[in-house]
């Protein structure tokens, strides 16, 4: 994602944290992205998802398993956009 982003001179700051991080970076963030393996974290999260505004779901896991970090950068920016 962040070289699909500097590709598209996208401006985003990227990063990733650990299920325990979740819930204090959130509110950091525009939008919440889970991989496939994770998919469970979605409903943990959602409420705090829908009081905070930040879109979330769950990376596709054709687009998670080709690391296609365009396919999922055009989520996150879709996400934001329709939010």
């Known amino acids: 994602m962040k070289e699909a982003a500097t590709e598209q001179s996208v401006e985003a700051e990227i990063w990733a944290v650990g299920q325990a991080e979740v819930e204090t970076e959130m509110p950091k963030a525009d ?3 889970f991989g496939p393996q994770m998919r469970f974290l979605k409903t943990k999260f959602s409420k705090q998802s829908k ?4 879109p979330l779901d769950v990376i596709p896991p054709v687009s998670y398993g080709r690391c296609d970090g365009k396919a999922v950068l055009k ?6 956009a329709n939010k």
Do not use: T
């Open 31 to 33: 939008v919440v992205l």
């Open 51 to 54: 009081e905070l505004n930040v």
């Open 75 to 80: 989520m996150a920016m879709d996400m934001i």
